[in-house]
């Protein structure tokens, strides 16, 4: 079975720094596209950036580029996002996504094309 363990959220001053950690278990992703989702309350779900195992590298969104690194440890099926510079907008629950396939570029921003999901780790970025 496989499951998502996120770690590292938490409350942080603006201008601030956090670094999510995302372990998946359970299976084997060489081919997958593994990555961060988030939703603030009243707002829809947004897609913040996504790593493929198998090539391809890095995406992000337009409004976290420069300030949000995806990095990956493919030993440890673990893959973290490093924030920063956050801001108050950046305060959501942030969600470790999966995919067990390589999803082609347009696939990446929608939500639905994952198949497993974390439970969630809140960010909150406030003075």
């Known amino acids: 079975q496989v499951q998502l363990l996120e770690s590292g959220g938490g409350t942080v001053q603006p201008g601030g720094s956090l670094r999510l950690s995302c372990a998946a278990s359970?299976?084997?992703?060489?081919?997958?596209?593994m990555g961060w989702f988030r939703q603030a309350p009243g707002k829809k779900r947004e897609f913040l950036a996504v790593f493929r195992w198998s090539g391809g590298g890095a995406h992000y969104a337009d409004s976290v580029k420069g300030r949000f690194t995806i990095s990956r440890d493919r030993a440890k099926n673990t893959v973290h996002l490093q924030m920063n510079s956050l801001i108050p907008e950046d305060t959501a629950n942030y969600y470790c996504?999966?995919?067990?396939?390589?999803?082609?570029?347009?696939?990446?921003?929608?939500?639905?094309?994952?198949?497993?999901w974390g439970q969630g780790t809140q960010v909150t970025v406030s003075s």
């Open positions: 359970g299976g084997t992703f060489t081919s997958g596209t």
């Open positions: 996504v999966l995919s067990t396939s390589r999803l082609i570029v347009s696939r990446l921003w929608a939500g639905e094309n994952y198949d497993y």
